[in-house]
């Protein structure tokens, strides 16, 4: 009984990371898809992993795309990329983006 205890509780907390944004992920702007605004000229693809899967349980799809999103606005800034767009939906814990380097609104 405590080993099937010890199990679930490992499982709840693995299953709920999060991921923080850093300072300079604040400030990338995440587009809708569709058309590029006018002046952004693109500076590569941010390739971008999480888990979305812990044991048997399926983590909420919302919150993997929403850490996706955090994690690909943290690596534009590596790329001189100041707004993402994604250029493919979630699959399976990873997910493309498409970095670019638009004017200040």
């Known amino acids: ?9 490992t499982l709840t907390a693995t299953a709920c990371t999060w991921v923080p944004i850093e300072p300079s ?5 995440v587009l ?3 058309q590029v605004p006018s002046g952004c000229q693109q500076r590569g693809e941010v390739v971008v992993t999480v888990k979305s ?3 048997f349980y399926n983590r909420n799809p919302l ?6 999103e955090t994690l690909a606005r943290n690596e534009a800034p590596s790329a001189q990329a100041n707004a993402i767009q994604a250029a493919a ?5 990873s997910q493309r983006f498409l970095a670019f380097q638009c004017p200040p609104r």
């Open 89 to 93: 939906a979630p699959a399976d814990g």
């Open 32 to 34: 809708p898809a569709g």
């Open 25 to 29: 992920g604040k400030t990338v702007r």
């Open 53 to 55: 899967k812990v044991g």
């Open 1 to 9: 009984m405590r080993l099937l205890l010890l199990t679930a509780l």
């Open 63 to 68: 919150r993997v795309q929403e850490e996706l």
